[in-house]
């Protein structure tokens, strides 16, 4: 299916936002996923599902000084 990731296309054969974290290599740690302008809870990435053309949000804490 295709969803939005970023602002960009992106096809995805997953269901859920922990499959998308894991394609995408990401360390969960440091991460914030929102869905349609909606913050997902870090405990529900393994349940809530992606749909087509959903717009998805990646944002990554840096560490900096």
């Known amino acids: 299916m295709k ?3 970023n602002d960009k296309p992106f096809e995805f054969d997953g269901r ?4 998308l974290i894991n394609v ?10 929102a869905i349609d302008q909606n913050i997902i809870p870090r405990s529900a990435w393994a349940t809530t599902d992606l749909l087509a053309s959903c717009r998805v949000f990646i944002f990554e ?3 900096g000084g």
């Open 3 to 5: 969803i939005f990731l």
């Open 61 to 63: 804490s840096i560490a």
């Open 24 to 33: 995408l290599q990401k360390e969960s740690a440091g991460v914030a996923v």
């Open 16 to 19: 859920h936002v922990q499959d």
